[in-house]
Every structure is written in structure tokens, then in C-alpha cells.
């Protein structure tokens, strides 16, 4: 077997799981760790809705929505790149809009409807823009492709962006950042999800 023909199978199988365990290959994944709940007297009860669900956290007001995610929730679908709101892996939305979940606290959050990369697709059928970057090869480690797709589908969204050309859609995913440099298939996948 290839290594494409592997990496398409195994994308395939985990797509059907709704795509995140393909790209949970995090050195060490030291950012799913739970975060400590020791000083328990500064812990705020939280409700989160994520991907039509509501979660009852308690969580100190400081942590990032990424780290709830990841952590408390074990959505490990949504990545941590930088944790500097640099590279757009941990995009997310927050009511359709595309939001960087490592630069918004879990608590502000709070009353907007959350989806992560786990919410996209319904039961077996995934997402168009799921089916297009596999269509595409729009990936190569996968790492940045959640956050890559989070961006896109938003983009598509958004009626001011959804027929934009080429250049404009290099331009509205500028902020999400590919180290293996899949971007003219990404860009592709996009414009085949576009047309769809
Ligand atoms: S991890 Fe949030 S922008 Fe990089
Ligand atoms: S596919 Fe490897 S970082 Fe984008």
C-alpha cells in the first residue's frame, strides 16, 4: 500500500468519527491535559453548548475555550498550534463565525452556539467541505486541516465571502497556516465546495 493510498484510508475511516482522530498527532499531546482543579474556592460553573450539546464544566474563568476543549472535554478534534491566536489551528465557531478558541476564555464563550470539527459532519455523511479536502489531497500530516476546514466551511457561510475568487479566498484563509504548504489543494477543496 501506497503511503497516499494509507493516508487516505485511514483519513476515510476517521472522517466517518467526524475527521478528528486523523490529525491528533500532537507531539506528546501535552495540551490535553485536564487543567488542574486544585484551588477549587476560584472555579467558576460554566455551561458550554458545543455541537448541539450542553456541558456543565467548572473551570478556573481563566482557561481558553481551546483548553476546555481539549482538556476538560476531550474534543481533541481542534488543535493547539501556537497558542498565540498565530496559525489558525484551533479555529472554531461560535455562532457561524470563525473564532480562534486559543485566544477566547471558555467562560465569554457562554450562550453561543460552539461547534468544533467533531460537529460537521452528520453521522456518516460528512460535510462537503470534509468530502472536497479528501477529494482534494488537501492535507499531508493533517495537523492544521480541522482549523483549515473550521475557516473554510466559515467562509462559505458568509454570504460577503461565499463567491469570492482564488485570490480572495488565499486572502480570507491567510490566518490559517499550513507547515506542509498543502494551500493550492486546499484552496481546490474550497472552490469545489464552493460550486457545490
Ligand atoms: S493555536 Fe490558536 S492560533 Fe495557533
Ligand atoms: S497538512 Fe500538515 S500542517 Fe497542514
Known amino acids: 500500500m501506497s503511503r497516499r493510498t494509507f493516508v487516505l484510508a485511514t483519513l476515510a475511516a476517521a472522517a466517518l468519527l467526524a475527521l478528528p482522530s486523523v490529525v491528533t498527532a500532537a507531539p506528546a499531546d501535552i495540551s490535553a491535559r485536564p487543567i488542574p482543579t486544585e484551588n ?17 464544566l467548572e473551570l478556573d474563568p481563566r482557561t481558553a475555550l481551546l483548553d476546555a476543549l481539549r482538556g476538560n472535554l476531550h474534543l481533541t478534534g481542534t488543535k493547539k498550534g501556537c497558542d498565540h491566536g498565530q496559525c489558525g489551528a484551533c ?8 473564532a480562534l478558541s486559543c485566544l477566547t476564555l471558555a467562560v465569554m464563550a457562554q450562550g453561543k452556539a460552539i461547534t468544533t470539527i467533531e ?22 500530516c493533517g495537523y492544521c486541516t480541522p482549523g483549515q476546514i473550521m475557516s473554510a466551511t ?7 465571502t461565499r463567491h469570492g475568487s482564488a485570490v480572495e479566498i488565499r ?17 481546490a477543496a474550497i472552490e469545489e465546495a464552493q460550486r457545490a
Open 40 to 56: 477549587r474556592a476560584a472555579m467558576l460553573p460554566i455551561e458550554l453548548n458545543i455541537n448541539g450539546e450542553k456541558h456543565r
Open 91 to 98: 479555529t472554531v465557531h461560535l455562532d457561524g463565525h470563525s
Open 119 to 140: 460537529g460537521l459532519a452528520k453521522g456518516d455523511t460528512l460535510h462537503p467541505m470534509q468530502a472536497a479536502f479528501i477529494k482534494h489531497d488537501a492535507f499531508q
Open 154 to 160: 466559515a467562509l462559505l457561510a458568509d454570504p460577503h
Open 171 to 187: 486572502e480570507a484563509m491567510s490566518g490559517n497556516l499550513c507547515r506542509c504548504a498543502a494551500y493550492p489543494n486546499i484552496i
